[in-house]
Each structure stands twice: as structure tokens, then as C-alpha cells.
């Protein structure tokens, strides 16, 4: 089983959020999210929610607008439909479904839209929507509604006063009243954009040992987050995925590790959710400078899985995938005596992926043309010879692209 770090998982996937949108040309509040998830672990607090039950909560509320609907189906200027609204939900709930959280969490995400008069995007009453959903409602609108940066210590009789009256009436009213326990002086400081990184040390510390099954499901949600960024770089994360966990079992490996392989292969690619969506589908070849730049990802990629995964050689396999058994490859520029086996199997799986899927600067190749391909690299002595033509006779049976998911995993864990 492999420990987790829950705090850091978060703090990796808040980042990728606030990257994703950046790229994608928005200029979103980032305080918006730790707002809510400050206000809602205070009231959690408050109410003497045990630790795990805490954890899972605030989870949520700093991930609840994982999934942003899309700008097309927006009416007016701000006010999106109640089609997009349940869009927004369903998937942003399917997607946190995948993570290891230490307590269940249905429906905090889906009815996060829900007012308790029924007017909500499922139109749900205040009784059938769980009281997190309901928090991260109201801590949501509020924070959309006041500006914290301004409010000051001196208008907080008048924020309390809003809460009970006016808009505020739509709201679980226990909610409210649990929120208006813990709005204070002292909270109000800690809503400011300039102090909300406190959050961090305020969360809880959390680790979790994961067992395979919750392996599949977080390399799943990985791959589909970066699939956010780019259609692309989700298609070949799941990919290269597949084929290391078929090669790994070729090659005998247990199925602990092979859960681990599979994890590494969906996110091996994270670095890049720091990178434009533009830049990586761009539709002709890079440039120098563009090229330095994508190169980066693979040091990032392994500055993220350490956050999660700590000193777990699997941050190493992650960011030896552009690695060389020459010495030629990035980011270290390692030789075939420093890459451990996973790391050697890895690039290869990346290079054979890469190699016969269809990109703008070239078309699908055919397993006939990969080998071809990738048999000069391993002649050339930049991958391992044995592998290289393991790769070529196991995965000659498919076609590119469509190498299948391992049947141990459960079908919710790789569609959403």
C-alpha cells in the first residue's frame, strides 16, 4: 500500500486549478476557493466534526468548482443556465468521487447548487441535500457576494445582519446559523486575499495508506484533470498508462506494483498542467525556446507526485520518463546506470506512445512504422534493447491509441 499525503494531493491539485485557468486566459478570484474552505473549516470545527469527517469536507469545498462551466453556456453576462449548473456538478462530483478522501462525500459536490427553497439547480429541498453541500453553497455565494479585501472589522454587524436577512433567506437555514457562530473579528481577517495562504497551516494534517483499487481511481482523476489543459496530453497519459501496466505484467510484476505503474503512467505528464493548453496543442512544431519550455514538465511532474507521494521511488520513475540511457535525455541527464528498471520501462512506453499517435505535425503511424522508429532509438543505445522489443511484439496486437485499460479497473474509474 502506498502513504499518501492528503494535504499536499490538495495543495497540488488547488495549484493545477489556478494554472488551468491562467492558460486558459481567465483572470479567476484563486482566493475564491480557500475562502470557502477556510469558512466551512471553521464551522466545522465549531460543530465538533471529527478530524476525517473535517478533512473531507474541506476537501470539497476547496476543490467544489473543480469542473468550471463551460463560458459557451453562459446566459447573459455571469448566470449560467440550470443545464450548465448540473453539468458543472455532476462532473465535478464523478471527478472528486476518484479521490482518496478519508470520509464519503456524496453528494457534497453535486447538490452544492441547491437553496433550500427548492430553487437550486436539481431544485432540491433543504432535507435532501447533505449539510457539507449545503455549507459550500452558502460559503460560496457569500464570498461572491462580499468583498473580504474591504469589508473590514467595522462592517461585520452589517455582514451578520445579511446573513439573516434579504438573499441569504434561500439558504439552509442551519447552515446560516452555524456560519454566524464562527463569523468573527478574527475570521473575517483570515477571508483577506493577502493572508489566505494561512489556510494551508491551518488544514489538518492527513496522510492515508491507498489500497489499489484508490491507486486506478487517483491516476484516473489525474488524467483527467490534465486532460483539462489538453485533450492530447489526457489521451496519451491514459495510454501510456495502460500499455506500462500490460508491459509491467508481461514482465511479471506483482499487483501492487502494477498499481503503481498505472498511477505513474497517468501522471507522468502532471508537469504540464503548468504549461499553456495552447502551447502543447499547438499545431506545427516547436520552437527552440517553446521546446525549453515543454521540457520543464518532467522536473514539475516530480515536484508534484513528492508532494503527494513523498520520497516514493515513484516520483523518480515519473521524472525519468525523457530520460536517456546515453545520457542524451531531460531533465538530469542520467545514463542507463542511474535509471532504475520502472524508469527505463517507462520512457519506453512514453516513446511508443508518443511515436504512433496522431498529432497536427504528423499522422497516426502504424505499429509496423513505430517499430521502426523506436528500434533506431534502441539501436542508437537511448532505450533498453529488451524492452524496446518487448513493447514491439506485446503491443503489435493494437492498434495505436487503443492499447485497453487493465480489467482489474472498475469502468467508473477511467470514464467520467
Same mark, same amino acid.
Given at each position: 500500500?502506498?502513504?499518501?499525503?492528503?494535504?499536499?494531493?490538495? %495543495?497540488?491539485?488547488?495549484?493545477?486549478?489556478?494554472?488551468?485557468?491562467?492558460?486558459?486566459?481567465?483572470?479567476?478570484?484563486?482566493?475564491?476557493?480557500?475562502?470557502?474552505?477556510?469558512?466551512?473549516?471553521?464551522?466545522?470545527?465549531?460543530?465538533?466534526?471529527?478530524? +476525517?469527517?473535517? @478533512?473531507?469536507?474541506?476537501?470539497?469545498?476547496?476543490?467544489?468548482?473543480?469542473? !468550471?462551466?463551460?463560458?459557451?453556456?453562459?446566459?447573459?453576462?455571469?448566470?449560467?443556465?440550470?443545464?450548465?449548473?448540473?453539468?458543472?456538478?455532476?462532473?465535478?462530483?464523478?471527478?472528486?468521487?476518484?479521490?482518496?478522501?478519508?470520509?464519503?462525500?456524496?453528494?457534497?459536490?453535486?447538490?452544492?447548487?441547491?437553496? %433550500?427553497?427548492?430553487?437550486? =439547480?436539481?431544485?432540491?429541498? =433543504?432535507? @435532501?441535500?447533505?449539510?457539507?453541500?449545503?455549507?459550500?453553497?452558502?460559503?460560496?455565494?457569500?464570498?461572491?457576494?462580499?468583498?473580504?479585501?474591504?469589508?473590514?472589522?467595522?462592517?461585520?454587524?452589517?455582514?451578520?445582519?445579511?446573513?439573516?436577512?434579504?438573499?441569504?433567506?434561500?439558504?439552509?437555514?442551519?447552515?446560516?446559523?452555524?456560519?454566524?457562530?464562527?463569523?468573527? *473579528?478574527?475570521?473575517?481577517?483570515?477571508?483577506?486575499?493577502?493572508?489566505?495562504?494561512?489556510?494551508?497551516?491551518?488544514?489538518?494534517?492527513?496522510?492515508?495508506?491507498?489500497?489499489?483499487?484508490?491507486?486506478?481511481?487517483?491516476?484516473?482523476?489525474?488524467?483527467?484533470?490534465?486532460?483539462?489543459?489538453?485533450?492530447?496530453?489526457? /489521451?496519451?497519459?491514459?495510454?501510456?498508462?495502460?500499455?506500462?501496466?500490460?508491459?509491467?505484467?508481461?514482465?511479471?510484476?506483482?499487483?501492487?506494483?502494477?498499481?503503481?505503474?498505472?498511477?505513474? *503512467?497517468?501522471?507522468?505528464?502532471?508537469?504540464?498542467?503548468?504549461?499553456?493548453?495552447?502551447?502543447?496543442?499547438? +499545431?506545427?512544431?516547436?520552437?527552440?525556446?517553446?521546446?525549453?519550455?515543454?521540457?520543464?514538465?518532467?522536473?514539475?511532474? @516530480?515536484?508534484?507526485?513528492?508532494?503527494?507521494?513523498?520520497?516514493?521511488?515513484?516520483?523518480?520513475?515519473? !521524472?525519468?520518463?525523457?530520460?536517456?540511457?546515453?545520457?542524451?535525455?531531460?531533465?538530469?541527464?542520467?545514463?542507463?546506470? /542511474?535509471?532504475?528498471?520502472?524508469? @527505463?520501462?517507462?520512457?519506453?512506453?512514453?516513446?511508443? /506512445? %508518443?511515436?504512433?499517435? !496522431?498529432?497536427?505535425?504528423?499522422?497516426?503511424? !502504424?505499429?509496423?512504422?513505430?517499430?521502426?522508429?523506436?528500434?533506431?532509438?534502441?539501436?542508437?543505445?537511448?532505450?533498453?534493447?529488451?524492452?524496446?522489443?518487448?513493447?514491439?511484439?506485446?503491443?503489435?496486437?493494437?492498434?495505436?491509441?487503443?492499447?485497453?485499460?487493465?480489467?482489474?479497473?472498475?469502468?467508473?474509474?477511467?470514464?467520467?
Amino acid at each position: 500500500m502506498l502513504q499518501i499525503n492528503i494535504n499536499g494531493t490538495l %495543495a497540488a491539485i488547488y495549484r493545477a486549478m489556478c494554472s488551468l485557468d491562467a492558460s486558459a486566459g481567465f483572470a479567476p478570484d484563486y482566493a475564491h476557493s480557500i475562502r470557502v474552505a477556510t469558512m466551512c473549516m471553521a464551522v466545522g470545527k465549531s460543530l465538533n466534526f471529527p478530524e +476525517k469527517r473535517l @478533512q473531507s469536507l474541506v476537501a470539497c469545498a476547496l476543490l467544489h468548482d473543480i469542473c !468550471s462551466p463551460p463560458p459557451y453556456k453562459v446566459i447573459g453576462e455571469s448566470v449560467p443556465s440550470q443545464e450548465c449548473l448540473q453539468e458543472h456538478c455532476r462532473i465535478g462530483q464523478s471527478m472528486l468521487d476518484l479521490l482518496p478522501l478519508p470520509t464519503p462525500i456524496d453528494g457534497f459536490i453535486l447538490y452544492h447548487h441547491e437553496l %433550500a427553497d427548492g430553487s437550486g =439547480a436539481f431544485g432540491m429541498s =433543504a432535507e @435532501q441535500v447533505p449539510f457539507e453541500a449545503s455549507l459550500i453553497c452558502l460559503c460560496g455565494f457569500l464570498d461572491m457576494t462580499v468583498d473580504f479585501d474591504k469589508i473590514g472589522p467595522t462592517g461585520l454587524p452589517t455582514l451578520r445582519k445579511t446573513l439573516q436577512y434579504g438573499d441569504f433567506d434561500r439558504f439552509n437555514p442551519h447552515a446560516i446559523k452555524a456560519l454566524l457562530k464562527v463569523l468573527d *473579528g478574527k475570521l473575517l481577517h483570515l477571508l483577506r486575499s493577502d493572508l489566505t495562504y494561512l489556510f494551508w497551516e491551518a488544514f489538518p494534517p492527513c496522510n492515508l495508506h491507498l489500497n489499489n483499487n484508490a491507486l486506478y481511481k487517483l491516476g484516473a482523476f489525474v488524467a483527467h484533470l490534465v486532460g483539462a489543459q489538453s485533450e492530447y496530453t489526457r /489521451e496519451h497519459s491514459l495510454q501510456v498508462a495502460n500499455i506500462y501496466w500490460l508491459l509491467g505484467r508481461e514482465r511479471g510484476y506483482d499487483k501492487n506494483l502494477l498499481a503503481e505503474l498505472y498511477l505513474v *503512467g497517468c501522471m507522468h505528464d502532471c508537469g504540464k498542467l503548468s504549461l499553456s493548453g495552447r502551447l502543447l496543442d499547438k +499545431k506545427s512544431r516547436l520552437d527552440t525556446v517553446e521546446m525549453q519550455i515543454i521540457e520543464t514538465h518532467a522536473h514539475l511532474s @516530480q515536484i508534484v507526485l513528492r508532494s503527494i507521494a513523498g520520497a516514493s521511488p515513484l516520483c523518480e520513475w515519473a !521524472s525519468n520518463h525523457h530520460e536517456r540511457l546515453d545520457g542524451s535525455g531531460y531533465p538530469n541527464g542520467l545514463r542507463a546506470r /542511474e535509471l532504475d528498471e520502472p524508469s @527505463q520501462l517507462l520512457a519506453v512506453c512514453d516513446v511508443y /506512445e %508518443a511515436t504512433g499517435a !496522431s498529432r497536427p505535425y504528423h499522422p497516426r503511424r !502504424s505499429p509496423r512504422q513505430i517499430r521502426s522508429i523506436i528500434g533506431k532509438m534502441s539501436d542508437a543505445g537511448k532505450l533498453n534493447p529488451e524492452m524496446v522489443a518487448q513493447a514491439c511484439g506485446v503491443l503489435g496486437h493494437y492498434r495505436p491509441g487503443h492499447v485497453p485499460a487493465p480489467s482489474t479497473i472498475e469502468q467508473t474509474t477511467v470514464l467520467l
